[in-house]
């Protein structure tokens, strides 16, 4: 039976060094703050806007809200990208996506100072990324890097499987492993419909996996005494003994939340595994929070 890694745990763990470090920088007069830029009102935007605001007082940041209607312009939206870039109340600047159609992404991202670009979606502080030079890694890609470091696991000559080729988790992760000096496959849909993807799975001493997909990984997909970090969040139904949805008091199906690996199969054969809910989730709340406070040390020149 595998070492179930507490998420939880480690996230604590985090917690209690970003807390004493803020305590440290705010006797210096320095206080880290985050601020969220949402445009219009996607749901899962506002579920993260609350998450980033309890999290920020957890810790002692300021947490800044810039929430704009749907109709605001590309221009205005840039605009007050603008005035938090000068913010000096604000060390880091979090864009919620999705944005309404009229207005790009990138030009919003192209427009963050790249000091306070605390998830890395500026191109200039990917290419650092790339280069393994300092920069903002990710938050959930330095999540899975964090967790793996904090049970010992080794990375260099290690083979690391990614599954997920995402800009914002598979690609990433796999540049910081790789930064590290372990063997690099990254896998994705198109392995997946090759028929491929197990060829490469079982041959891995750590499987990262980012597809978005419940049940993806099987035990067959998995090597013996591998160390399996699961990413994913999936929504799905409770299910009884004969597969039929179980009902909630009003009638409705409950649901769970589980990650893409079949965590209760492949706890059995993996070394270490991350759990869906209390894994990388949790982990990747406290790397956000680490950002800020490296960007505040940035940007008062003490990095
Ligand atoms: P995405 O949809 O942008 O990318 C999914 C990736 O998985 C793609 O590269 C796709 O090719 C690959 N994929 C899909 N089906 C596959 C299959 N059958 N076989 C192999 N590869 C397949 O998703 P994302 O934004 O990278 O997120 C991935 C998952 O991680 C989602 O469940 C998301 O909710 C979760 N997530 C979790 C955190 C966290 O903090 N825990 C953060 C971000 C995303």
Same mark, same amino acid.
């Given at each position: ?12 763990? &985090?917690?209690?060094? #970003? ?7 705010? $006797? ?7 601020? /969220? ?8 935007? =506002? ?25 605001? /312009?590309?221009?205005?939206? #840039? ?17 919620? !996506?999705?944005?309404?159609?009229? &207005? ?5 991202? !192209?427009?963050?100072?790249?000091? =306070?670009?605390?998830?890395?979606? *500026?191109? $200039? ?13 990710? $938050?959930?890609?330095?999540?899975c890097?964090?967790?793996?470091? !904090? ?9 690391i499987v990614v599954v997920? *080729? ?7 992760v796999?540049?910081?492993a790789?930064?590290?000096?372990? /063997? ?19 041959? %891995?001493?750590i499987l990262i996996v980012a ?5 993806? &990984? ?7 005494? %591998?160390?399996?970090i699961?990413v994913?969040?999936? !929504? ?36 270490? #595994? ?9 982990? /990747? ?10 960007? $505040? ?7």
């Amino acid at each position: 039976m595998a070492e179930i890694i507490d998420g939880n745990a480690i996230a604590d763990e &985090i917690k209690a060094e #970003i807390v004493a470090e803020t305590e440290k920088l705010k $006797a210096k007069g320095l206080a880290p703050g985050i601020a /969220t830029l949402l445009v219009g009102d996607d749901f899962g935007s =506002k579920m993260y806007r609350g998450q980033v605001e309890k999290n920020c007082e957890s810790v002692g940041f300021n947490y800044i809200e810039k929430t704009l209607p749907a109709e605001t /312009t590309e221009e205005e939206v #840039i605009q007050i990208v603008k005035e938090l870039n000068e913010d000096p109340a604000v060390s880091g600047i979090l864009p919620l !996506r999705p944005y309404p159609e009229h &207005i790009s992404d990138s030009a919003v991202i !192209r427009n963050i100072r790249e000091d =306070k670009d605390i998830d890395c979606f *500026h191109p $200039a502080n990917m290419g650092r990324l790339l280069l393994g030079e300092p920069t903002l890694a990710p $938050a959930t890609p330095s999540a899975c890097i964090e967790l793996l470091d !904090r049970v010992g696991v080794e990375f260099e000559g290690a083979e690391i499987v990614v599954v997920g *080729h995402s800009n914002i988790v598979g690609k990433p992760v796999a540049m910081l492993a790789l930064n590290r000096n372990a /063997t690099i496959s990254v896998t994705h849909i198109f392995t997946s419909q090759a028929g491929n993807l197990e060829k490469h799975t079982t041959g %891995a001493d750590i499987l990262i996996v980012a597809a978005g997909k419940a049940g993806l &990984i099987t035990p067959d997909q998995v090597k013996d005494g %591998a160390v399996v970090i699961d990413v994913g969040i999936n !929504r799905v139904k409770v299910l009884d003994d004969e597969g039929n949805p179980v009902l909630n008091d009003k009638g409705k199906p409950k649901t769970k939340t589980v990650g893409d690996v079949d965590f209760d199969a492949v706890k059995d054969k993996a070394k270490a #595994i991350t759990p869906v809910p209390g894994g990388v989730g949790a982990v /990747t709340n406290m790397m956000l929070l680490k950002n800020a406070l490296t960007a $505040a040390k940035m940007q008062a020149g003490m990095d």
